[in-house]
């Protein structure tokens, strides 16, 4: 199973950018997928995830900026990020809990990460 990340790049304060993860491979069913981020220094912290059925969490620093979504027949989920601040820098991963067949236990993989860079 493969996830790649694309869309990441620079971009003014208040700009935005959309995030794309998709899965690939070996995959029976999809479950959560979530968007996360790490910058120089720190340790990764959560910014959204979504379930198969739609439902949302999202850090409160991206509440209101960040919109989180999936395309289930594309096995793909989305990371809308808008009004984007300084602070949002950081090389943003996805991953995805991802079950091969009807019993084999859920795997959680992870991407290979995409550099987000907001100048002020």
């Known amino acids: 199973v493969q996830l790649v990340e694309s869309g990441g790049g620079l971009v003014q304060a208040g700009g935005s950018l959309r995030l794309s993860c998709a899965a690939s491979g070996s995959i029976f069913s999809l479950s959560a997928m979530g968007w996360y981020r790490q910058a120089p220094g720190k340790q990764r912290e959560l910014v959204a995830t979504?379930?198969?059925?739609?439902?949302?969490n999202y850090a409160d620093s991206v509440k209101g900026r960040f919109t989180i979504s999936r395309d289930n027949a594309r096995n793909t989920a989305y990371l809308q990020m808008d009004s984007l601040q300084p602070e949002d820098t950081a090389v943003y991963y996805c991953?995805?809990?991802?079950?091969?067949?009807?019993?084999?236990?859920?795997?959680?993989?992870w991407g290979q990460g995409t550099q987000v860079t907001v100048s002020s």
């Open positions: 991953d995805a809990h991802v079950t091969r067949s009807s019993s084999a236990p859920v795997f959680r993989y």
């Open positions: 979504i379930t198969n059925s739609g439902s949302t």
